[in-house]
């Protein structure tokens, strides 16, 4: 059987006991249907993992006893940080949960023009909590222990107008560099990738304006979803741990 990781969001000390969050206690208590004595492993996002053994269990409190500490951490030596245009549906979930799988460091949802995605600042700020679950559920599930940063959604222009140390790129179909010929400096990258429908003309003019490269994926056209990843996977593959 596998031993479940959980995240917490407070401090974690060995010899320690925790109570579990109440979203937690309930996929342990309700879903996986734990028992006392259960192993568990459990991360804050300071980039260890506490083996623990749960001590009391029941459907609303669960407590664990934290046993040790282990420092070992599968983080990429290559930051990422992804730019999403924001996709309708539950194809930015799914960016989400896999761009964390192949470990980005940093994702910021972007207003685009052609971002169908038109919600008020509640609402937004709503999705922004959801989409933080969604990252965490994909820490729990792949090992890792360092939480990306999730920024809260802002405007194209403002985020290529950030200052960065990272090599900026953008996708076009008609650039003539490939990822494999890159010079990717120690800071890592800043990758952005349209919405359903991808950048405008004007958008691109601008990014390459403001110091983006255009590289080329292929000779097809991709998805959005499909573009984010397997951008992701060609970086980790050539400047990574893939």
């Known amino acids: ?25 309930n996929h342990l208590a309700n879903v996986l249907r734990v028992k006392t004595g259960q192993p568990v492993v459990i991360f804050n996002g300071d980039g260890n993992d506490y083996p623990a053994e749960l001590i009391d269990v029941a459907k609303r409190r669960i407590v664990a006893r934290i046993d040790a500490k282990i420092g070992l951490s599968p983080e990429s030596p290559l930051p ?36 169908n995605v038109k919600l008020n600042d509640d609402r937004w700020l709503k999705k922004h909590q959801q989409w933080q679950k969604i990252i965490i559920g994909a820490c729990e599930q792949s090992g890792r222990n360092i939480v990306p940063k999730l920024h809260l959604p802002i405007s194209l222009h403002e985020w290529c107008a950030q200052s960065t140390e990272q090599l900026r790129l953008t996708l076009h179909p008609k650039a003539e560099k490939r990822m494999a010929d890159l010079k990717v400096p120690k ?5 952005l990738i349209g919405p359903e429908g991808g950048l405008s003309e004007q958008e691109i003019y601008q990014c390459e304006e403001m110091g983006f490269d255009s590289v080329l994926l292929g000779p097809r056209i991709l998805r959005t979803e499909t573009a984010a990843l397997t951008s992701i996977s060609i970086l980790q593959s050539h400047f990574g741990d893939l």
């Open 80 to 115: 990422i940080h992804l730019g999403q245009g924001v996709s309708k549906g539950d194809r930015m979930d799914f960016v989400l949960q896999k761009s964390v799988e192949l470990g980005v460091t940093d994702i910021t949802p972007l207003i685009t023009e052609r971002c």
């Open 187 to 191: 800071a890592g990258v800043r990758l």
């Open 1 to 25: 059987m596998r031993i479940p990781r959980i995240y917490h969001s407070g401090i974690v000390k060995v010899d320690s006991e925790i109570e579990l969050e109440a979203d937690t206690v």
